[in-house]
């Protein structure tokens, strides 16, 4: 395959779309698909067809809108139509080329004309399932032009340049990961990608292996390229069906065209990849815990040093990256790192994807630069709170991540600003809570997630969490003290200092964010045995006075 | 050493020829236990001591380390699974839109804790981490279908439904 081929096919596609007056995209992702867009997909083929108008109906990916699916986008107009089913297909089809549904049109400019899409850039505009589709957007000439133009270091250096950092959580820069592992000596060396999107709430992965599959292979070909790779494996959650589908296609496709395989474009260069499920452990969305379960062991994670990148998969160096890291390389090595670094915050490059749900108008993925502020997101793209209820928290980062009170919605999303408020840019979920949120329970329900998931191996971890869960329970039944409060306190630090993994060390965030914002929640609780939202049941105060609150306490909160 | 000959595949039952092809697309690699376990899983919808033991020997992997796998992995289930199986997701996003209340009315229908099949073994009462559908919470999976926005009387529709079959 050389540029001139790929431009080749691309051509005969657009050729072959030039065809139609219309484009029907139906979104087919999990969300529409499970209000039957197929059906409806198939209405529409039916009533093209019997009409006889030159309209073409295309199966895309997540447009991203989940809240008002199933979603219809009607090109080259650009008419969004939302909620539409399978009756409505007539009408549609019928307005092609006049005026459009008023009453279907889905009018969210500010929803969309705010956000900057990379990574999903063709989410909602290619067949996932058509690896010419992507082609046709410019897709692998990043990987032609990095076997046939540039070296592995060049490539690096591109990466490095762009300054993009893991999106999986951890926020590590990329290049200088690339860059250890091609450094590392070994013959064979390994690449992953990190599809075990196990944070609750956070679902941008699913949505990119389903709508663009291609991409993130794409991105593992260049990374194994750069860092002498030959053998990929992707990690997908056994829970996404339609991605695991999506993908075992995608890599079919690849081999067909000759994109993966041996001597890739005839360099001298062979990748292959292959997809492991994963099984339902959080825990292996950590790195070396990953490791261990593509290795066919129980998920527990390692001490590191020595970090994958020296001594990974089966001992040799290994790569491992989330999907949408993955995602953003095949547009860095297009228009180069310095375009890329043009977009975001000082510290945090480019875009980032997140998974805007809970209390909030317009739920779905929302792809916006680093460095927008947290109150643009949720008031601006997200639509705000519904149903007449306020605003009181944001929890990003998942079960490792904090809840933000409306006092901080004006900071910046990057990976520094989030960690110093006691929160964490996490994979990308973002969940907006509104006053029928009791912060206390929030709080307990992520340690029992944390406490479920925790893998055992290490004991702060294991019996920390448990214990966590034992406190904050009494005191959402009203049975807490103000010395419980001291106790987690001090169980958290211990947690957080001496857990193995990064599920342990930052399972007590939720706990610490809550309690340093919500302080009045935990005391409600304990003092008044009273729970604002109304969401604990609290039991009728007994007889007993509750033991008095002393100063000392307070302050070690304060 | 002599070379390894798998052992026989314990009835002939066809879908242990898939299982048995799974192993050996992987070789008999031992690192194919858990991709096996899945067909195993997917193929008999459990996974009973029989099974376990002849995918341990098949693979050589010692029969602990095959059940350690099987019990610490959330997916692989030890008991035949009911006739029907409403899974409710238990995701942060459906947390916060309720599914606690939808877990409860589940329970106090099918008079059984959540993760177990009512007694005449026509529904299995589930509940899961998270399954990505998070704009569409809360959400439940009907035999693996993805319903959302459930409310509590449809949930229970479906189950008087599924109850009277």
């Not at chain 1, 994109?259 to 292959?272: A, E, H, Q, R, Y």
């Not at chain 1, 977009?343 to 108008?361: D, N, P, Q, Y």
């Not at chain 1, 933000?404 to 840019?425: F, W």
Request: net charge negative; hydrophobic share 35%; charged share 20%.
């Amino acid at each position: 395959m050389t540029i001139e081929e790929l431009d080749q096919i691309a051509e005969s596609v657009h050729a072959e779309n030039a065809k139609f007056d219309h484009e029907i995209n139906v979104c087919m992702g999990t969300g529409c698909l499970s209000q039957h867009s197929d059906k409806l997909r198939d209405e529409l083929t039916n009533v093209v067809a019997a009409s006889g108008k030159k309209a073409f109906v295309r199966r895309t990916g997540c447009m991203g809108l989940c809240a008002a699916g199933p979603l219809v986008l009607v090109d080259p107009e650009e008419t969004l139509y939302q909620h539409v089913n399978a009756a409505h297909a007539e009408a549609v089809v019928a307005s092609l080329g006049g005026e459009p549904i008023a009453a279907l049109q889905c009018n969210l400019r500010e929803h969309f004309d705010q956000q900057v899409h990379v990574v999903l850039e063709n989410s909602g505009h290619i067949d996932p399932e058509k690896i010419d589709d992507y082609i046709a957007r410019d897709g692998y000439q990043a990987l032609v032009k990095a076997l046939t133009e540039m070296s592995p270091n060049e490539v690096i250096q591109q990466i490095t340049e762009s300054g993009l950092r893991g999106r999986g959580g951890g926020g590590y820069p990329t290049g200088l990961k690339w860059g250890t592992v091609a450094k590392a000596s070994g013959d064979l060396k390994y690449v992953i990608c990190n599809g075990d999107e196990g944070d609750p709430g956070a679902f941008m992965d699913r949505s990119v292996l389903e709508s663009d599959p291609q991409r993130v292979l794409e991105g593992m070909c260049i990374a194994a390229y750069a860092v002498g790779a030959s053998k990929g494996y992707v990690y997908v959650r056994a829970e996404y069906p339609l991605a695991v589908a999506r993908l075992t296609n995608c890599l079919r496709d690849a081999r067909r065209r000759g994109l993966l395989g041996n001597n890739i474009c005839n360099t001298p260069f062979s990748f292959d990849v292959e997809i492991r499920l994963g099984a339902g452990a959080f825990v292996c969305g950590e790195e070396t815990a990953l490791i261990a379960s593509i290795e066919g062991k129980r998920g527990t994670p390692k001490p590191r040093p020595p970090y994958p990148a020296v001594s990974g998969l089966w001992g040799k160096p290994t790569l491992i990256n989330n999907v949408e890291t993955f995602a953003n390389i095949a547009p860095i090595i297009r228009k180069g790192g310095k375009w890329f670094a043009c977009m975001g915050s000082e510290r945090s490059k480019g875009t980032k994807v997140f998974a805007l749900t809970g209390k909030i108008t317009n739920t779905g993925l929302v792809e916006v630069p680093m460095g927008i502020s947290l109150r643009q997101i949720i008031e601006g793209i997200g639509g705000g709170v519904p149903d007449g209820h306020t605003f009181k928290a944001v929890q990003t980062g998942g079960p490792s991540g904090g809840c933000l009170p409306t006092e901080l919605l004006d900071i910046g999303v990057s990976y520094d600003a989030l960690l110093k408020v006691g929160a964490m840019m996490g994979s990308g979920g973002m969940i907006v809570m509104d006053d029928t949120s009791c912060m206390v329970n929030v709080a307990r329900f992520f340690i029992e997630f944390c406490m479920t998931e925790s893998c055992g191996k290490c004991i702060p971890c294991r019996a920390g969490t448990a214990q966590m869960h034992t406190l904050l329970t009494r005191i959402c039944a009203g049975h807490g003290t103000m010395a419980d409060l001291d106790l987690l306190v001090d169980l958290c630090g211990t947690i957080k200092e001496t857990s193995l993994c990064g599920l342990g060390q930052t399972a007590p965030n939720p706990v610490l964010s809550t309690l340093k914002y919500f302080k009045n929640e935990y005391i409600d609780h304990i003092v008044h045995k009273r729970c604002a939202a109304g969401v604990c049941n609290i039991e009728a105060p007994s007889a007993v006075e509750p033991p008095p609150t002393t100063t000392a306490s307070l302050e070690v909160l304060a | 050493m002599p070379a390894f000959t798998p052992p026989p595949l314990p009835s002939d039952d066809k879908r242990w020829k898939i299982v048995n092809g799974t192993m050996r697309k992987n070789g008999f690699a031992r690192h194919a236990l858990i991709e096996t376990l899945h067909t195993v899983q997917s193929s008999f919808g459990y996974l009973d001591d029989d099974s376990i033991r002849f995918v341990a020997r098949s693979l050589r992997v010692p029969l602990s380390q095959a059940y350690g796998v099987v019990t610490f992995y959330h997916h692989f289930s030890l008991k035949p699974p009911g006739k029907h199986t409403m899974t409710i997701c238990t995701g942060t996003a459906c947390y916060i839109k309720g599914t606690d209340k939808l877990v409860a009315a589940a329970e106090k229908r099918l008079g059984i804790p959540q993760g177990q099949t009512t007694k005449d073994g026509q529904i299995s009462l589930m509940t899961a981490r998270c399954v990505g559908a998070c704009g569409r919470a809360p959400v439940v999976l009907t035999d693996g279908e993805l319903q959302g926005q459930m409310t509590g009387e449809q949930m229970l529709d479906q189950l008087e439904r599924w109850a009277v079959e």
